[in-house]
C-alpha cells in the first residue's frame, strides 16, 4: 500500500510526503513495528501512544497514524504523517487494505453475544469441517488452524489467544495469513469491546450470529443498553446473512428492529415461529442433549450434541442455522457437531471420584442459573458448586452472581477468581450478600473459603456419590491473577489433584 493510498483511505498526510514509502504492516504496539510498518499511534488508558513514535520510527515504521492530540510527537520523527479525528474508526479499513482484503478470499462467519459465542464457534468450525472445509478458529480460548490435505488428513496448528477479538491490524494479518495458507472459511467470536473499538471494521462477513444478553461488562459500558447498542454494531448491514436467536429478549428486539429486514431466527421454544426451531430437548443417556431440529422447508432433523442443558441446544441451532446461510447442509452441519467437545465449556473431569465433576466458563449471573438448571436436571443427587468473581471487572454483576448460585446449588463454595488488584475477601463479601437475597429456605449451603485451591478442596470433600460438583468462572483459563501477578492455575488440572489427593487420603485411612 503506498502513503497515497493510505491518504485516500483517511486524509489528507501531515508532514514530507516525500520519499513515498510502500506499507507493507500496520501494528498500534511501537516495540512490535518491522520495517515496512505503519504506526498506528491511539490514545490509550494511561499515555498516548504518539509517545512511542520516536521508538516505532527507529524500527522501521515508514509512517504514522494519529489523531489531533498526536500529531505534533508524531511529526517530530520526520516521518509522514496521517492525522484523523478517530484512528480506531479507520483503523480496520486501512489494516485490511494493507494485507490485501483477506476477507475477501475467506468465508467469515462472526458471533457475538454474552453468553455461548464459544461454544457456538466451536460447533460451527466442526461443521465446516465436516463440509470438508479447511477452517480458521478466532476466540477467547485460542487461534487455531485445520487445514486437509488431498488426502484427507488433518493438521490442526493452535495457540491460546490474547483477548477474545484481536486487535485490527493482528486481526488482517491474522486472516492474510490464514487464506494464504488455504484455509478457506473462518468462524470468530465478536466481543463488545471489538465491536465498540473497531477491531472487525473492514472485515467482509459472510454470516453473522447472535446468542443472548445478559449483565457482563458493565465496567466498560455505562448500562446494559450501552451494551445491546455495541452488540447490535455486529447487525449494521457488515454481514451478507444474520441469524438471531430471539429466546431472550434482547434477540427478539434485534430481530424487530424497525426499518430492517428480518434475520434468520432461530428458537428452542415450540411455538416461537422461528425459521429454525429445537423441540423435544432431553438430556442423552451417557451425557450430552438430544433434540429435533425444525428448519425451512419443513426439514425435520434429529440432533445431539456433547453438551448438556437447554442452552447449549440453543448454540446448536444457532450453528446449524450460520452454516446453512453459508451453504453447508443442515444434515452434514448436524454429523459434524454432534460430537465437539469445547475447552471450559461444561468439560467433565475424571478423576475416579465417585461424583460428577464439570468445569465451565460460567462467569455472569444468567450463566451460572443457565449452567446449573442444566446440571440439575441431570442428577439425582446434590448440586455443589464453586464460583468466585473477578477483579477490577464489573463490581455490580458480584451479589447477582452470588444469588443466582445460592439459588441454583444445594452447597455453595464461595472463593476467589482472579482478584487481580483487589482484595479477595471484599469481592468475596458482596457475593456472599448476594447469598443472602435468596430465601433461606432455598438457599444453598454458603461456605466461604479463601483461596481456590483450597476451595476446590474443600468442595472434592463435601460432594458425595450421586453428587454433580461444577467449578464455575474460569474454564479454559489457565492462570489466576492476583495483584499484577498471573499464576499457573488450571481448573480442570487442579480439580484432578485434589481428587487424586482426596482419593489418597482416602485409601491411606
Request: hydrophobic share 45%; net charge negative.
Amino acid at each position: 500500500m503506498s502513503l497515497a493510498d493510505l491518504a485516500d483511505l483517511v486524509g489528507i498526510p501531515v508532514g514530507d510526503p516525500a520519499p513515498a514509502p510502500s506499507i507493507s504492516g500496520v501494528t498500534l504496539a511501537s516495540n512490535e513495528v518491522a520495517p515496512g510498518d505503519l504506526y498506528a499511534a491511539l490514545p490509550g488508558a494511561r499515555t498516548h501512544g504518539a509517545r512511542y513514535s520516536a521508538d516505532a520510527a527507529a524500527r522501521g515504521a515508514v509512517a504514522v497514524l494519529t489523531d489531533p492530540a498526536g500529531a505534533d510527537e508524531a511529526l517530530a520523527t520526520g516521518l509522514p504523517v496521517c492525522v484523523v479525528e478517530d484512528p480506531r474508526a479507520v483503523l480496520g479499513t486501512v489494516a485490511d487494505r494493507v494485507y490485501g482484503e483477506p476477507s475477501r478470499h475467506l468465508t467469515v462467519i462472526g458471533i457475538t453475544g454474552t453468553n455461548g459465542k464459544t461454544t457456538t464457534a466451536y460447533l460451527v468450525e466442526a461443521g465446516l469441517a465436516a463440509a470438508g472445509l479447511s477452517t480458521g478458529l478466532i476466540g477467547t480460548v485460542q487461534t487455531r488452524t485445520r487445514s486437509r490435505a488431498a488426502d484427507g488428513s488433518e493438521t490442526v496448528t493452535a495457540i491460546p489467544s490474547v483477548r477474545t477479538t484481536p486487535e485490527a491490524p493482528a486481526l488482517h494479518a491474522l486472516l492474510a495469513s490464514m487464506a494464504d495458507g488455504g484455509i478457506s472459511a473462518v468462524v470468530m467470536e465478536v466481543s463488545s469491546h471489538a465491536l465498540v473499538l473497531g477491531r472487525v471494521g473492514g472485515i467482509r462477513f459472510a454470516a453473522a450470529g447472535f446468542t443472548n444478553l445478559g449483565r457482563d461488562h458493565l465496567d466498560f459500558h455505562a448500562d446494559l443498553e450501552d451494551y445491546f447498542q455495541a452488540k447490535a454494531l455486529l447487525f449494521d448491514g457488515r454481514a451478507a446473512a444474520e441469524v438471531v436467536d430471539v429466546d431472550d429478549a434482547a434477540g427478539r428486539r434485534l430481530a424487530d428492529r424497525p426499518g430492517r429486514a428480518r434475520p434468520v431466527t432461530v428458537s428452542t421454544s415450540d411455538g416461537s415461529g422461528s425459521d429454525w426451531t429445537a423441540t423435544d430437548v432431553a438430556a442423552a443417556p451417557g451425557g450430552g442433549s438430544t433434540f429435533t431440529l425444525h428448519g425451512p422447508g419443513g426439514q425435520r432433523l434429529a440432533g445431539r450434541v456433547r453438551l448438556p442443558g437447554r442452552f447449549n441446544v440453543a448454540n446448536a441451532v444457532l450453528a446449524v442455522a450460520l452454516l446453512d446461510a453459508v451453504g453447508v447442509a443442515a444434515e452434514t452441519a448436524l454429523a459434524g457437531l454432534a460430537d465437539t467437545v469445547v475447552p471450559g465449556r461444561m468439560e467433565p473431569v475424571d478423576g475416579g471420584q465417585p461424583f460428577v465433576a464439570v468445569v465451565d466458563y460460567a462467569h455472569t449471573p444468567d450463566a451460572v442459573s443457565t449452567a446449573l438448571a442444566a446440571l440439575r436436571g441431570s442428577t439425582a443427587g446434590r448440586l455443589v458448586t464453586v464460583l468466585g468473581c473477578g477483579g477490577d471487572r464489573d463490581p455490580g454483576k458480584r451479589a447477582a452472581m452470588g444469588s443466582a448460585a445460592a439459588a441454583g446449588s444445594d452447597v455453595l463454595v464461595v472463593t476467589d477468581d482472579n482478584p487481580r488488584s483487589e482484595d479477595p475477601a471484599a469481592i468475596r463479601a458482596a457475593m456472599l450478600a448476594g447469598t443472602r437475597e435468596v430465601p433461606e429456605d432455598r438457599r444453598a449451603e454458603v461456605l466461604e473459603v479463601a483461596g481456590r485451591r483450597a476451595a476446590l478442596a474443600a468442595a472434592v470433600t463435601l460432594a458425595r456419590a450421586g453428587d454433580v460438583l461444577l467449578v464455575a468462572g474460569k474454564g479454559h483459563e489457565t492462570g489466576q491473577e492476583v495483584a499484577g501477578t498471573v499464576h499457573p492455575f488450571d481448573d480442570r488440572d487442579v480439580l484432578r489433584e485434589v481428587i487424586a489427593e482426596a482419593r489418597a487420603g482416602v485409601s491411606a485411612s
